[in-house]
């Protein structure tokens, strides 16, 4: 027992050592290049500054919107930190957070369904450095780790059916929400087939039976009375935002080019 208690802590220490060298381009770089991410700082500077209203111009140009719209978190932590840090630590502070907690979450995932599959769920660490990191698109890589987070909180932790259940998991599908609707979308088709894994194949004298349908319920209902909130907001943005684009769009073998041209790696 001490020797695989032992092994685990080494192979677990050895995951962390990875995350560690992950964050080495976060840590030794004053600024973190991207493409859109100084804007996202800046954002977060404006927020700051309408709340505490010392500069008219500010006030004069800019308003917060009275709808509740997605695509907000990166701002509200930037505007939030640099209330106390320079902006090069703020960025430190939320881009080795997404760094981390990407690692982390996808790690959990992959040992949730596969738990001798530790090699693998050292990929995380890479896949956490994707394109859209360097894009900027620092909302959309934080509702990833929301994504991955209520994903696994579906999986191991939504037993019953309860008031704590129901709100820790809506307060997860706000999050996606406010991070970004694309992502929130994919979430939701997601975690609706989360529940099949509550589900058991048994073989019998007569053929297969399938057990755990009591699980599988619990599971959806929770996932139906949470989710709701979040609908509720997505509905009255799409009622009162005109948010398609008139532009041309890039035909779909241009787009899966782009996918399988991953420029990071």
């Not at 992950?22 to 309408?50: C, M, S, V």
């Not at 259940?165 to 989360?194: D, E, G, P, R």
Request: aromatic share 18%; proline share 4%.
């Amino acid at each position: 027992m001490k020797e695989l208690t032992a092994k685990y802590l080494n192979e677990k220490a050895f995951f962390y050592l990875l995350v560690l060298i992950g964050l080495a381009p976060l840590i030794f770089t004053k600024y973190y290049l991207t493409l859109d991410g100084p804007g996202h700082i800046y954002n977060g500077n404006i927020i700051k500054e309408l709340w505490l209203g010392n500069y008219p111009e500010f006030t004069n140009l800019f308003k917060f919107n009275q709808l509740p719209v997605p695509n907000w978190i990166s701002h509200f932590l930037f505007a939030c930190l640099n209330f106390i840090f320079p902006d090069f630590i703020s960025e430190k502070i939320i881009l080795g957070s997404y760094l981390i907690l990407f690692s982390v979450f996808f790690r959990k995932i992959v040992l949730w369904f596969s738990p001798h599959n530790k090699a693998f769920s050292y990929l995380g660490v890479l896949f956490a450095h994707n394109h859209l990191l360097y894009l900027g698109s620092y909302n959309l890589v934080f509702a990833l780790v929301a994504f991955f987070a209520t994903s696994y909180f579906i999986l191991n932790h939504i037993n019953k059916l309860n008031i704590k259940q129901v709100f820790a998991l809506s307060l997860l599908f706000l999050i996606v929400y406010f991070s970004h609707m694309l992502i929130l979308l994919v979430t939701i088709s997601v975690v609706l087939l989360l529940p099949l894994t509550a589900l058991k194949i048994e073989k019998t004298q007569d053929g297969y039976i399938v057990t755990g349908w009591n699980l599988f319920y619990t599971k959806f209902k929770v996932i139906g009375i949470a989710v709701l909130p979040t609908l509720l907001l997505t509905a009255i943005y799409l009622l009162n935002v005109d948010s398609l684009e008139e532009a041309g769009r890039l035909n779909l073998n241009e787009l899966l080019k782009w996918i399988i041209d991953i420029r990071p790696l």
